[in-house]
DNA sequence: AAGTATCTACCTAGTAGTAGGCAGGCATTC
DNA sequence: GAATGCCTGCCTACTACTAGGTAGATACTT
């Protein structure tokens, strides 16, 4: 049996990926881990607080994605490559977003820690994404690579985008298909 | 003065570009308006009636803006310029992401037919994205096209992934960021 | 005995939606 | 031409339900 507190920071994580911040509540947690509503307060007094967990939760897990991909592969492509496969299993079977398109759409309702724990979950994508590109640039691996950081912004854009179509259509392909141009460039 | 109707489309597409579909309520269309709550119910009996005629709305206003790109620029770069400004013009200033976006998050507290006017749409631009690629390809004022359908899956989602990031951000200078690469394509 | 985790029972505020009424416009009918 | 009846648009006042959150009791652990 996994802790109580463990189980809710989950259960939250996927209601909020699929259901957006103000598509989840209290009792549908309880419902999912098998606790009363309240009982939720003694963990997580507030919705914030457990929201601003939850995010943090994910930026710490998608840190130490990027630093195993980083392990794993030593060309930019290949680094590349793996990220995107990473968020296409995170898609699941098209029907969970990332926590920050999920967020983006709640933005004026959620408190404004969480909108800075985004900002920081953004900015360490476009920095990792503009290594990448760079050294995808320098090694030959990645195809027609003028500016790093432009490129950057355009992949994040992109990634969060194929995301949201592969929801829309309910078909994770959807995401291949959006990204099968900047695949294409990946040697 | 406008109708009442027209003024509650018109108020339930900006509160559900900025809130979402689970982030707005009669009570907000109610106050906006300047009718009470249980009016709305006189005009749209149930939210899905309203959110359907929403969505309607916004599909025919958008075709008829491809249309009169159509009509004002014939080369397939010109035109894809000119809807890059419309997706832009419509950010509002970082607070708006087109109505999809927005109801791709609370998809599963959508009706089905509302969900099924999200796939109409969605196909409407990439049909006219196929297309213009296509035309800019031929006429040479679009670089770099290998396959226009893949780069129309890619346009969109690059498109939707912009305004998420403005949004984010709340700062519209982030969408023209994202998508600097593709405009420096266009000739 | 103390602290942690959970419970039942409740609160206030807000959700969509309903019931029934009222004022005024526009016909038709006597 | 006045009376009748129907319609639109809006109202007040309500229902049933859900939201996040609280208080205080109870059980389990250490």
Redo the contacts between chains.
């Keep these: 049996m996994t802790d109580t507190k463990t189980a809710l920071l989950r259960s939250a994580e996927r209601a909020a990926r ?3 911040f ?2 989840f509540s209290y009792a549908d947690l309880a419902a999912d881990v098998g606790i009363r509503k309240a009982s939720i307060h003694h963990h997580f007094p507030a919705k914030a607080d457990l929201t601003l967990a939850v995010m943090q939760r994910y930026h710490v897990a998608f840190a130490e994605t990027c630093d195993r991909i980083d392990a794993a592969h030593t060309t930019g492509g290949a680094r590349l490559h793996a990220l995107i496969a990473a968020y296409r299993s995170a898609l699941g079977n098209g ?1 969970m ?1 990332c926590l ?3 967020f ?6 959620i408190t404004t820690d969480v909108r800075a724990a ?2 920081d979950f ?1 900015q360490m994508m476009l920095e990792w994404l503009t290594a990448t590109f760079t050294r995808g640039n320098g090694d030959g691996t990645i195809a ?1 690579v ?2 790093p950081a ?2 950057a ?2 992949a ?7 995301q ?2 592969a ?4 078909d994770p392909t ?1 995401f291949d ?6 695949s ?1 460039r990946l040697g």
């Design positions: 699929t259901k957006g103000d598509g029907e977003v920050c398109v999920a983006s759409i709640s933005r004026d309702h985004m900002g953004r027609q003028a500016d432009a490129e912004r355009a994040l854009a992109l990634l969060e985008g194929a949201l179509a929801r829309t259509q309910a959807a298909a959006a990204l099968a141009l900047m294409s």
